[in-house]
DNA sequence: TTCGTTAATGCAATCGGGTTGCAAATATGG
DNA sequence: CCATATTTGCAACCCGATTGCATTAACGAA
């Protein structure tokens, strides 16, 4: 499915800004923060409408956002199965220490986690730190 | 052990505000963040003081640091096997949806979590979102 | 194709956590 | 009780995130 149609079955309009932003996530093997996309597309965007870009890819399901450890955000697009009212609800992300890199993890077993009685867990994510490929 | 026992086996001088934020640390339930903290303690210090309070306690391995799906830091008490050197390095935390409350949860069993080949873990945690006791 | 409506964009400005430098106040060992 | 090292408070700053508003662009209908 080109970019142009994924944009648009999420309710999306198609911006050529937005293309840009689709494409690169989805060509990106790590999920992305805001100031890693604008240094890949240099000058091609305001620093808020890359945020808003960003936002909206999230809220149409087309993109989820990781928190890294300094709490900035980095975006990766979503798998098949997300849409707007359901994310895929487990992640697992892989965080390098050296580069600072976010990966996402796409297929790990979801663990076996035991709650207090009285709490409903909705989603789930588990974060992973240490040495990517690159850096080890 | 007492909090004043507790600061000085960790290598850190006893303040009243540290007693102050360690014994509030202690009593609580789930990870607080600076604002908690300040809300906890009005008027106690200042907020510059509190941030390296809690950054005191995080070096020294009293404390360890969550970061939420905002982006913002929360602090809980470490269980007693943390120390400066080796934080007891698998976290669980819960955050509830409604009340942003974060949650420690010590007893959880580690998953197996395979990550691609090259790839090197040296620490995990695993976040659960939901509706906490009190708000479900 | 053109038009009107609705959404996206850019700019300026603001917000809030996080962080540093420095001088005054305080803890601790002698 | 003193000397010294650490902690505290204040002011200021950084930077990512976010909002308001005027301008521009997308797109469904005519």
Redesign the interface.
């Known amino acids: 499915m080109s970019v142009e149609e994924h944009l648009r079955s999420h309710g999306l309009r198609v911006t050529s800004i937005r293309k840009d932003v689709l494409d690169l996530l989805q060509r990106s093997d790590r999920a992305l923060s805001q100031a890693d996309v604008e240094r890949a597309l240099p000058d091609r965007a305001d620093r808020v409408t890359l945020f808003r870009v960003l936002q909206s890819f999230e809220e149409a399901g087309l993109a989820h956002r990781v ?7 980095h975006y990766a697009s979503c798998s098949k199965e997300c849409n707007a009212h359901a994310h895929h609800d487990v992640h ?1 992300h ?1 965080r390098c ?1 050296r580069c600072s890199s976010v ?1 996402c ?1 796409e ?27 690159g850096c ?1």
Chains 1, 2 share one sequence.
Do not use: H, K, Y
């Open positions: 928190m890294d450890v300094q709490g900035t955000s697992a892989f220490n990966f993890l297929r790990v077993t979801l663990p076996e986690v035991t709650v207090p009685t009285g709490f409903v867990v909705t989603s789930s994510r588990i974060e992973l730190e240490g040495r990517c490929r080890a």
